[in-house]
């Protein structure tokens, strides 16, 4: 969490620092499709939608680079299957997350005609968990007190107490591309987390996605 807060604070001095020349707008909205994956964890795949509103700001000294930030709210869903013995028994994992998302990037366009161009871009993002809620049916058969009983109940994993207790800021690191028309932008980018989201010793949990996105400048 340390080293996340100074990345931040080090992109944000940066950022309000550097000589701009325009502020633009845009609505944004798409789809996102986050994963979760760790040592002595399963693997959890998420899907769901995104939006929000971000502000970029082009360079006086080269229009073409660019600096983005803003805030998008994303709506993600899980159903994970997880089979143990005896044979047809297991659990089932339903999640519902709710996360903030802060991207810091970097941005360069490559004009190809008066109202079109490419761009690439890079930087960290902010993700921040708001609400993690999961519902846990088990069909196994294990005694409480064996390692693999899997315990059934719906529980928040921010919240103090829970079974799968974790950490709410994630920072990630990101890369992406897209096509600009005029006012609108279509984009796509892989984010990669670099926080350790499990607070607990059982093994650590990284989080990681796809997503693609539209979005409109005003």
Known sequence: M???LKISL???FIAATINVDAQKYA???????????GKNVGTTFFYG??????SRYSLKSNPNASFLTGVLYSL????RQAYGFPTGTGATYKTTGHFIDIPLHAIYSLPISKNMSFFGYAGPTINIGLAQNVNVTSTQTYPITSPFYVKPGSFNVY???SDYQLNRLNLQIGVGGGVQWKKYQL???YDFGITNLNKTDTGNLFQKGWYVSFSYQF
Do not use: F, Q
């Not at 939608?49 to 971000?54: F, P, S, Y």
């Not at 993600?76 to 159903?79: I, R, T």
């Open 2 to 4: 340390k080293l996340s």
């Open 10 to 12: 080090l992109v944000l």
């Open 27 to 37: 609505i944004e909205a798409g789809y996102t499709n986050p994963m979760r994956v």
């Open 49 to 54: 939608g995104k939006i929000g509103v971000t």
């Open 76 to 79: 993600v869903y899980a159903d």
């Open 159 to 161: 919240k103090s107490g």
């Open 187 to 189: 984009k796509s980018g």
